[in-house]
């Protein structure tokens, strides 16, 4: 196991791409061994011990104006305890806050094409991800899935080039689960081992982003029908199989059937009525009457 101040240098190190890219600088002068500061000039990033966890926090302003440290918020928080951490576990929480940085200070505007003569991302490696140097985040995923459906790349690059980047909850929602829900109710032995192959590893070896696609986005979809979570249980890995049963199960609940109805119909904001004094208070700043009666 590592110590938790080297644990701490190697998620720094992983991190400092995305937290370039994002504009960032180190703020050494307000950093401290459990505490590190970035910024820049308008957002302070902090990468912190909280209860021997990591945690990746952010405030509006300069380390100066954010050094009593009640506006921080929390990006995310890593679940591993830092003293159990190996070497793989620290670049797993670092590619997970760098997804989130990303997402946070990078994301382009809705709509905005990519720059001319950008391409799509190389897929990542098999052999990177196996030794730990890699992680799958959504985009990881796409490229690798559409391996598997060669049919669907069409799509997939249309919904990066139109949004300058991936939106894969509207690519699996479109297209995606179409081809999945297939493959599961055709029950092609070579298909369905191709596909939980990728899934599982997906849910092993990728970032939260990912995970919630495989669990809740694509396998969420099999609306708690009996004979198809057990026709998927049989290429499911151990780890993933209790878990889509139990999201299922809650997806079509009754009260999860009504999370999902907020979810896709929010309801209109009403701004707060304004509450009428009542007589005791009427009484005490002398509406009504001038003030207490005497006594």
């Given at each position: 196991?590592?110590t ?33 500061l ?131 909850e ?73 878990v ?19 979810l ?32």
């Open positions: 196991m590592l938790q101040t080297t644990a701490m240098q190697l998620i720094l190190k992983e991190l400092l791409p995305s937290l370039t890219k994002a504009g960032f600088q180190a703020a050494k002068q307000h950093s401290t061994p459990d505490v590190a970035f910024d820049n000039s308008e957002t302070t990033l902090r990468i912190a011990l909280v209860d021997d966890r990591v945690a990746l926090e952010f405030a509006q302003g300069t380390p100066e104006e954010t050094q009593d440290g009640d506006e921080f918020a929390r990006l995310s928080l890593a679940l591993l305890e830092l003293n159990q951490a190996t070497e793989r576990d620290c670049k797993y929480i670092a590619a997970d806050f760098a997804e989130e940085i990303t997402k946070k200070f990078c994301k382009r505007q809705k709509g905005q094409p990519l720059a001319p003569g950008k391409k799509m991302p190389k897929s990542i490696s098999k052999t990177a991800i196996k030794n730990g140097d890699a992680y799958y985040d959504a985009l990881a995923f796409a490229n690798s899935f559409t391996g598997i459906y060669p049919e669907l790349r069409a799509d997939f690059k249309a919904n990066y080039e139109k949004y300058g980047g991936f939106l894969a509207e690519f699996f929602q479109s297209v995606g689960n179409q081809a999945i829900m297939e493959t599961i109710r055709s029950n092609d032995k070579t298909q369905m081992k191709r596909l939980f192959n990728l899934l599982n590893d997906v849910y092993e070896n990728g970032v939260n982003e990912a995970q919630s696609l495989v669990v809740v986005t694509i396998l969420g979809s099999l609306e708690n029908n009996t004979e198809l979570l057990l026709r998927c249980t049989d290429y499911m890995s151990a780890d993933l199989a209790p889509v049963i139990r999201v299922n199960q809650y997806l079509y609940s009754n009260a999860g059937k009504r999370a999902q109805k907020r896709a119909n929010p309801p209109a904001y009403r701004p707060k009525k304004e509450k009428k004094p009542g007589i005791f208070q009427q009484l005490m700043s002398g509406g009504g009457g001038g003030g207490l009666p005497g006594m």
